[in-house]
């Protein structure tokens, strides 16, 4: 039987692929249908269950593909195939599913970029982040420096936006516009998937105690050429025939 849609009808252009390019992300409103949405929120909280009321190891939230057969299916879905290969070409690895919902009360997370492929340009690592209740900028909000991929860094951190200005971001320029780089809030509708560059640098504003839970999920891929850090794939689950991802699960 088909999979159910899992994004609304939609055209992706070179326009689009041009500003992932240029951003480091790229964020594509709404997209996720509502049914898909309605399945992740139950497949999101079946993960946050299990982590906060099991000893589970490989750890849920980072392996969270094997704990839930939503998930899992999601991996070799057409669509998200057909976006893949948009971003990264015909050859392509999964590389993890993680959650990263945040509840009420939720710290967020210090800019950082993530590794791949430092040395070597022809190989690229994209995260397609599910935003499945959306966010607002200070509010679990994703903050994002536009240009800053094209350092290919993996090693971007700090504590605080201040000390990120005053140290790896001072004096740099954006490579293709020149102007100065610039910490960047940013908001977005229920159902948005974000596409991102692996040394794209990022960071999340704390949850509001009075808001719920944020619901997100992200599927990340890869060209096989070099061993992934993030590489969250138990050997059992490499071995399972999830149909769509076959071929897509080895490291090379
Ligand atoms: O929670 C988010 O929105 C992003 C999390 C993140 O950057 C990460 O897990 O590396
Ligand atoms: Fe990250």
């Not at 909280?45 to 490989?58: G, N, R, V």
């Not at 669509?79 to 939720?106: A, K, Y």
């Not at 005053?166 to 948005?192: F, R």
């Amino acid at each position: 039987m088909p999979q159910e849609p899992l994004f609304k009808p939609h055209t992706l252009t070179d326009a689009d692929k041009h500003q992932l390019d240029a951003d480091g992300h790229l964020a594509l409103p709404g997209l996720l249908t509502d049914e898909a949405q309605k399945q992740l929120i139950g497949a999101l909280s079946h993960i946050q269950d299990i982590s906060e009321t099991q000893d589970l190891l490989p750890e849920p939230k980072r392996y969270a593909a094997e704990y839930d057969d939503h998930l899992a299916s999601l991996i070799g879905h057409p669509q998200m195939l057909d976006l893949v290969r948009w971003i990264l070409g015909p050859e392509i690895r999964f590389d993890h599913c993680l959650t990263l919902n945040r509840r009420s009360g939720n710290d967020g997370l210090r800019c950082h970029s993530h590794s791949y492929g430092e040395a070597n340009p022809t190989l690229s690592f994209v995260r397609i982040f599910f935003y499945v209740n959306g966010f607002t900028g200070n509010n679990a909000g994703l903050k994002v420096i536009p240009g800053s991929h094209l350092f290919r860094d993996s090693d971007i951190k700090a504590a605080t936006d201040e000390e990120l200005l005053k140290g790896w971001m001072a004096g740099k320029v954006h490579p293709l516009t020149s102007k100065p780089l610039g910490i960047e809030p940013i908001e977005v509708p229920p159902g948005t998937v974000i596409l991102m560059w692996t040394h794209a640098a990022h960071g999340v504003t704390p949850r509001k105690p009075d808001s719920g839970t944020r619901w997100t999920v992200v599927y990340a891929y890869r060209n096989p050429g070099e061993p992934s850090a993030a590489r969250w794939i138990s050997e059992d689950f490499e071995q399972t025939d999830t149909p769509g991802t076959e071929g897509l699960m080895s490291l090379y």
